[in-house]
């Protein structure tokens, strides 16, 4: 039966549709509702609660439903501010230069304070120099990684997270 819809309605369609759908867990906090994230040409287009997962059913509370803001936001902070030691003022530096400078005294601090048994002779295998805070936006893939890699590889038993995923 002909429907009252002008050729230029029945020619309209979700933003989402040839979107290709990617399951997730919504990263702010311990509910852990499942999320779908659209992704069409190489980006990201949009998240929304995942219908399938009995925890959510589809929802999303209002800070879930702006998970996509993390992605897309012209106000991301894409530099870091830097003290030197015993510097009086901060300076501006490109986050690739943190990352490399994190990555560097990690090392150090690694091949200095590395225990690999303890006082008793057991084995350990503990740096206790260093430790891992998370913040409530790391995704599901982020803190495995993180789990993986801090604990598992570098020996750190210090990690916590506000999300606790
Ligand atoms: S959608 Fe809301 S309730 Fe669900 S995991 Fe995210 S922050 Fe928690």
Not at 26 to 52: F, H, L
Not at 81 to 108: F, G, K, M, N
Request: proline share 5%; glycine share 8%.
């Amino acid at each position: 039966m002909a429907q009252p819809f002008s050729p230029g309605s029945a020619a309209k369609h979700s933003r989402l549709r040839g979107a290709a759908e990617v399951d997730s867990i919504c990263p702010y906090c311990a509910v852990g509702c499942a999320q779908k994230v659209y992704v069409k040409a190489g980006r990201i287009i949009d998240i929304e609660g995942s219908y399938a997962s009995p925890v959510n059913e589809g929802t999303l509370c209002p800070k879930g439903a702006n998970t996509y803001q993390l992605v897309a936001n012209a106000d991301r902070i894409t530099e870091v501010r830097y003290r030197a030691p015993y510097s009086d003022h901060w300076e501006t530096r490109p986050l690739e230069w943190a990352l490399d400078r994190i990555a560097q005294r990690l090392v150090e601090a690694r091949e200095r304070d590395f225990v690999e048994r303890n006082a008793a002779g057991d084995v350990c295998n503990n740096l206790p120099t260093v430790g891992c805070l998370g913040g409530a936006t790391l995704d599901n893939e982020e803190n495995y990684l993180i789990k993986k890699l801090f604990n598992g590889g570098l020996g750190i038993v210090s990690i916590e997270n506000q999300a606790r995923i």
